[in-house]
């Protein structure tokens, strides 16, 4: 097993689409050959399994406000 670093960023403009459609890409697969290929949510999940082993990362686009959700609430403390 390999290990693969995921993260999480607000990486591609509306202009960026994936490499198999012309869906707006989501997930960035970057190569241990320093290559990288970007999907949209289906392409990705049909072709993980064959990327993990060639991958040394994955990076994953979030809405702004799907990142949010993340932040905790400021309670003035």
């Known amino acids: 097993m390999t290990a693969t670093e995921v993260r999480t960023a ?3 403009t509306a202009a960026d689409r994936c ?3 012309p869906a707006p890409a989501t997930t960035r697969a970057v190569l241990r050959t320093g290559d990288d290929l970007v999907f949209c949510d289906h392409h990705f999940r049909r072709n993980q399994a064959a990327l ?3 991958a040394t990362m994955f990076e994953r686009h979030v809405e ?3 990142a949010l ?3 905790p ?3 003035g403390r």
Do not use: G, Q, R
Request: hydrophobic fraction near 60%; charged fraction near 15%; glycine fraction near 0%.
């Open 64 to 66: 702004l406000d799907e």
């Open 10 to 12: 607000a990486l591609f």
């Open 19 to 21: 490499d198999c459609c």
């Open 69 to 71: 959700a993340f932040v």
């Open 73 to 75: 609430a400021f309670t």
């Open 52 to 54: 993990i082993p060639l």
